[in-house]
């Protein structure tokens, strides 16, 4: 049985399968779009949420420095990314980089956690972009009906009928085509771009230096019972995080990486880039080099226009404005975060459909899905059904709970990659590679000792719900997956591998 559940997937065949004409997604993206897909979907609520909390309550003005070392982090994740996609331009991202490298069984696990990782991820941002519009809406004269609100923290019943609708109206987006997306993504992400390079210099006129005195605070100890005071922590090293001091700077660094999630997402796309040897790498790194620079720059105006020590949690940027006497920027800032989170939502509910397609494609899921509209060349039946589901849930439940899973199965994604860089570099050095990551194991070791850093900065709670997930998912590969897999039918000779331009 070993040998079946890590049995991989030849990197040739896995690129004749893109080829088959019911299966075959439109190239059409570019370098630029895939920089653009990522600008969106990494800029987020975290650039305007997450500085003020870590400032106060970790790193001070060092934040900056925090946001350094988290794209740092990420950074040599996106390094390894960059070598996989460019060598292995299919759909699915670490999913498909596990399958030809790792074997069946990892590529499985990781694209059920990528499944579970960018479905919650969807449904929150979904929730977020509702409350943003509503509070827009409330400063208009307006108010959404009793019951279709928003449902976080709501005990009664309701639905929140504008996250519901928004998904909605996404997924006929992405059923439409990519080029249509690429397009509605780059009016957005620009709209939000301008918002923070907005607030960003006009913020730069309201900073007074002695706010950054000291810059980095001195060192505290964490209170008992404090938020970031991580279980795993203590278990493993017998101490809890430490608030502020050079210790503070790395704690902060665990909080804010979870900002960068999302360059990942560039990956999937892969198998409808024009030139992924060359637009991959240069997508998934110059998003990330773009939204590193503004959260710098960000977290730099925000600490220096008001002290740490007084900025607020929820609305660090638009309480800090209304602090130096700009109150109209808390409107302008709420406008730009709603405008962030549509593209955030669309390609997120992007990333899962292209790993669920890919799995589909490769018999560990029902191939019923795997088929692509013949007209518009998307997978449209993942994304209807994806799209549908997600709507119910981001309609009817609360997600703020949840949405550490997105974290934990996005790290357990770097870990993956990172780790089959090394084997794949072992087992095929004849692959041409576009893309090389340097200093092979080095980085990709890096990268890993980053990623389980970060993890168990996580609470347990989370890692609890991660492995009843992961639990759950290896129920449903030993009863379908393993026996209907397309290697599992081609070792029993119930099909034969693709031989380009279709299956015979």
């Not at 974290?407 to 090389?436: C, E, H, Y």
Request: net charge neutral; aromatic share 10%; charged share 15%.
């Amino acid at each position: 049985m070993s040998s079946t559940l890590f049995r991989t997937k030849k990197v040739e065949q896995s690129i004749l399968d893109t080829e088959e004409p019911e299966h075959a997604l439109k190239k059409s993206l570019s370098a630029l779009d895939l920089t653009v897909f990522g600008v969106g979907v990494i800029i987020g609520t975290g650039i305007f949420v997450l500085t003020g909390t870590v400032a106060k309550d970790n790193a001070g003005p060092a934040t900056a420095l925090a946001f350094v070392a988290a794209g740092i982090a990420c950074a040599l994740a996106a390094l390894c990314y960059a070598e996989f996609a460019s060598t292995v331009p299919v759909a699915g991202s670490a999913y498909t980089f596990s399958y030809a490298s790792l074997g069946e069984l990892p590529a499985w696990i990781i694209g059920w956690d990528l499944v579970l990782e960018f479905a919650l991820g969807t449904a929150v941002v979904a929730v977020g972009w509702s409350g943003y519009i509503q509070s827009l809406m409330e400063n208009a004269g307006w108010t959404m009906p009793a019951g279709l609100g928003s449902r976080e923290g709501a005990d009664a019943f309701g639905f929140d009928i504008l996250a519901a609708a928004l998904v909605l109206v996404l997924t006929g987006i992405l059923v439409l085509g990519m080029k249509l997306s690429a397009r509605i993504t780059s009016l957005v992400v620009a709209i939000k771009v301008t918002v923070v390079l907005v607030v960003i210099i006009a913020g730069a006129f309201l900073i007074k230096g002695d706010n950054y005195d000291p810059f980095i605070p001195k060192e505290q100890p964490v209170e008992a019972g404090a938020s970031l005071d991580s279980p795993l922590i203590q278990l493993m090293f017998g101490w809890a995080p430490s608030n502020f001091g050079v210790m503070g700077i790395f704690t902060a660094a665990s909080v804010v990486f979870f900002a960068f999630i999302g360059f990942d997402v560039v990956a999937t796309a892969a198998e409808e880039t024009k030139n992924p040897q060359r637009d991959m790498p240069r997508g998934i790194l110059g998003s990330l080099l773009i939204c590193t620079t503004l959260y710098v720059l960000v977290s730099i105006v925000v600490t220096g226009m008001q002290h740490y020590s007084e900025l607020s949690v929820d609305a660090p940027l638009a309480d800090a404005f209304k602090a130096t006497g700009h109150p109209w920027f808390a409107g302008f800032i709420s406008f730009g975060a709603a405008v962030g989170l549509t593209t955030v939502c669309m390609i997120l509910l992007l990333g899962q459909t292209r790993v669920f397609f890919a799995m589909s494609r490769d018999g560990l899921l029902p191939r019923f899905f795997s088929h692509v509209h013949p007209r518009f060349k998307t997978p449209h039946r993942p994304t209807i059904l994806l799209g549908v589901i997600i709507a119910i849930l981001a309609g009817f439940t609360p997600l703020t709970e949840l949405a550490a899973l997105v974290n934990i199965g996005t790290l357990f994604a770097f870990v993956v990659v990172a780790i089959g860089v090394i084997i794949l570099r072992k087992s095929r050095p004849d692959l041409p590679r576009a893309f090389r990551t340097p200093w092979v194991p080095v980085i990709p070791i890096l990268s890993v000792c980053a990623s389980l850093w970060l993890m168990i900065n996580l609470p347990a709670e989370t890692w609890v719900r991660f492995a009843i997930w992961m639990a759950a998912g290896f129920l449903v590969y030993f009863l379908y997956g393993r026996t209907h897999s397309r290697l599992a039918r081609q070792e029993s000779g119930e099909e034969q591998p693709s031989v380009g331009g279709g299956t015979p």
